[in-house]
């Protein structure tokens, strides 16, 4: 008999999707609040229930299939309190659709429910399946506003990307079972660092012995890997579709996207290489080593990202490129392997998710009533609306990791598991990003407060935009000044590692 | 001495009340706001003066220290305390910050937020100089940037969106340096620690390269506040469009974390980083004396010239600090921080005075004001002759003590590079008269400056503690060193290390 315990919260979150499927068929139709709201509450209690049957597994023999562990607990939080900010603030954006506006909570929470499987995952298959059902809900979700073709545009192109990125990874895994013969991420890991061991020494001409790696496959299925995963998280060069689709989606799915699914696929990455391929992480093995190949772009996406990021005019886009630089950060978390990189990359997503969250729902508060979405028509906000201006001005600082909001915490944490593990040259390049990323957070707070214009719109938030804003407003301040509490439970969720 | 309660923490974070309290206030009231913030200004600079009456001089110990737990993850701990080396830039910090605050009760646009960004910045800067902890240091240090950035993009001259994101970027590529510096030591500690006091216990402990490295880039995040050439290039913009009482405060002020920074941190925790760029870090110095000497020589704009004395005069402070040996040139440091910060800080404030009547600073429009504004004309030459280091004046004290302490550490070799920055001297006597000269002397176009009022009561009430002091710390210096003295002795014993 299976021990299901572990699953009850993502089984309650799935039942509920359905619930709230079934609402729209019965209720009235005229509003979407309704359904919006019995989704905020099912995220709420889920979250509460991951808390209470935590600990345990779901075993398959004497393998773990699926934990319940304290890193699991920990993205969960981050994942829910996505889903629950992308709810609260597409009101608006439900309403005014025309067609299927309870689906589109319904959509949100599998997505959720994938999210939470693919950072339990102990096992090969059930992370892919994971891995689907939270992409396969966001391609309708990003194309939901049909008549705009931007959205239809963007929605496809998620779709084909996401579509091939999923067999490249799918791929790597193939490889990754042709090795070992199992699909259990322990047993990979006992077994690749075995053959390592046995395998990984041939003596040569001196008599001594020198290092090779595990042969020609292992690295193409370190890389297809790596590559199927990063296409998730936009690292460059497999970020060419994620501006266009935060672009079109809307706005409340692309925060969601940018926060959820980003930090489900982080954790799907941390348990596979810090977690699985942990022997590999460092450059004791030539051609193996993953950490290299990760630096390297890690990088190239925090230079990419943000040198890109100042030329754009659109917020949406802009807030696009940066997340792409934001995840080059959190890449360095990863590289770090060590108890604190994955401390640190659990708090960044968590610092990270209150500022962008909080962006997101500023642009599209401000898209609803003006119809605007490029960064110059935030003139001239701060007259207008100066509460929704010093938000956004503390929510962009934060991003840019200015004292003593959580994004700056999130970045020293991060940067001293960097220098821990001996990344100095990564650590003084991400600081140098980190200065020109200022230019473009700053750009936007600049066009608030010094640009003049006769901009006449008064933002009012409605109750649930307000709530999200009021949360992300105080998590980005809180954090930032007393973290110990948040920087303690990241700290546990490393203990579910070997190193 | 210790208190009951923690008077250090009160003294940073008053502003921060006043600015939350501000907050609340109608923004319509402005005569409200403005004493507010005066209020509350005031007090700190009382709760400072309290400091200082209560500080023991006798020691090198840290005092009024205050040490809790803050985010033990990481190893930081909320510690502050001062010794003979803060306790002066506290004062200063506080007494500049009033005067600022009323000398911009005549700002317009939108008071209510240029008063919560002064206070904000005022707890800044109050935190950096009573932080011993790094982290909490590096917070303070960078939270001041952001309503500096507001009070010169907002408030600002003609080109202040540039001064003002030039200022707020150059800063913080400074301070990464700063933070991966900090980073290197923590790591390098055991066991791990960010408290500045213990890590100056075991810096000289750590190997040559790692000492080299943080002093390197220590070295980077102070020269670019203080400005130390070649760093000093956002300086000019930032003083020159930034409103007078930033101006103010950027000078007295700001600069002075610079040289703080290296007296506090780079100094005695890496002793053999001070030794190893003595010379360097001296012909820097001259460089910046002259450099800056011969730049404002050729200005026409009588802020871009005040501005530029700035790094002529910090050039003085950074050819003391090479001459780590000598505690006259320790001293001679610390003086010439004070005595700049006030000297000028009131040439800011009396060049603002001026502009704001003639809406113009270009010293060629004038000439022959003195008759018509002799008050103002009086000051003027005043903190003139205190800049170009007339005796009497603090300014002539300071840079004899340089120049002793200076001598006394390079005369065996590099002596010239020494006797070279006297040369600065005569190019700021240069610079001081012609602008003299050139405003308040010769011809006087009645047409044109008719209209132009003396410098008023409250101008004269700002600039008066200036002088004051200016005058009575030229002619008896002798608290102000004995005031430092211990704390300095205990610097030059840990270079030796």
Redesign the interface.
Known sequence: MINITPLIPELFLLVMAIVVLMLDLFSSRRTVVVPAYVSMAAVIITGFLVFKFGGDAVRWGSNAIFVADSFSQFFKVIILGAAFLAIGSSFGTADRMTHHRGEFFALLLFSTVGMMFLVSAKELILLYVGLELTTIPLFVLVAYQKTNRASSEAGLKYLIIGAASSAILLYGLSLLYGYTGTTYLNEIAQKTAVYFLSHGFIPNAEGTTDLVGMGPAFSVALMMIIAGLTFKLAIVPFHMWAPDVYEGAPTPITAFLSVGSKAAGLAAIIRIFDGMLYAFSHDTMPNDSWGTMMAVLAAVTMVAGNIIAIRQTNIKRMLAYSSIAQAGYILIGVIAASKLGVASCGFYMFAYMFANMGAFAIVGLYAEKTGKKNISDFAGLSKTSPIIAALMTMFMLSLAGIPPLAGFMAKYYIFAAAIEAGYTWLVILALLMSVVSLYYYANVVRIMYMVDSDNKHHIIPSFPAGLVLALTGIGVLLFGILPQSILDMAYKTASSFIF | MTYSYPILTYTIFLPLIGAVLLLFIDKEKHNAIRWTSAFFSFITLIMTLVILKDFDWTTAQMQFMETHS?????GSNYILGVDGISVPMLVLTSLISLIAIVISFNITKRVK?YFVFFLLLECGMIGVFAALDF?LF??FW??M??PM??LI??WGGPQ??YA??KF??YT??GS?FM??AI??L??TSEPHTLSMMELIQIGPSFSHNIQIMAFAFFFIAFAIKVPVWPFHTWLPDAHVQAPTAISIILAAVLLKMGTYGMLRISWPMLPEGIQYFSVPIAILGVIAIIYGALVSLAQKDLKKLVAYSSVSHMGYCMLALAAYTSVTAMAGCMFQMISHGLITGALFLLVGVLYDRAHTREIAAFGGIGKKLPVYTALMVMFGMASLGLPGMSGFISEFMVFVGSFDHFWAEYWYIVALAILGVVLTAAYILRMIQNVFLGEFDEERWGHLTDINIRETLCVAPLAVLTIIFGIYPDPVIKLMEASLNNLVTLMAR
């Open positions: 803050w985010i033990p993850a990481i937020e982290f590096y917070v960078e939270i940037l952001v950035y507001f993009g907002i202040r969106e003002a994101i707020f970027l913080l590529f990464i933070l991966v980073l290197i923590y790591f």
